[in-house]
Nanobody, 122 residues
């Protein structure tokens, strides 16, 4: 499977962006999916997780109440709606397909998109 993340850009603090992760090659409808982010010089960190059906979601404490993960299985796509953005949200955002293990660990994911850059100015 190939994952293509898009929707990043430059936005002022308090603004919104919607990231999209489009899968190709095969369906991801039966896979749990996650979003991670990596700030310059930092580690890749968990942002959000969604089960294959979309019935359950989880978020990092730092984005809870501001970000919403969802999926459109008919379009083979996973979305991340980001509201009330802060400068500390600046990072490259990656979508990934879950494989096994704790869902907050990057090691639990086996396929990754190329990342999309989100820059939040103060």
């Amino acid at each position: 499977v190939q994952l293509q993340a898009s929707g990043g850009g430059l936005v002022q603090a308090g603004g919104s962006l919607r990231l999209s992760c489009a899968a190709s090659g095969r369906t991801v409808n039966r896979y749990h999916m996650g979003w991670f982010r990596q700030a310059p010089g930092g580690e890749r960190k968990f942002v959000a997780f969604i089960t294959w059906s979309g019935s359950s979601t989880n978020y990092a404490d730092s984005v809870k109440g501001r970000f919403t993960i969802s999926r459109d299985n008919a379009r083979n796509t996973v979305l991340l709606q980001m509201n009330s953005l802060k400068p500390e949200d600046t990072a490259v955002y990656y979508c990934a397909q879950y494989y096994s293990g704790g869902f907050t660990s990057p090691l639990s994911y086996d396929y990754w998109g190329q990342g999309t850059l989100v820059t939040v100015s103060s």
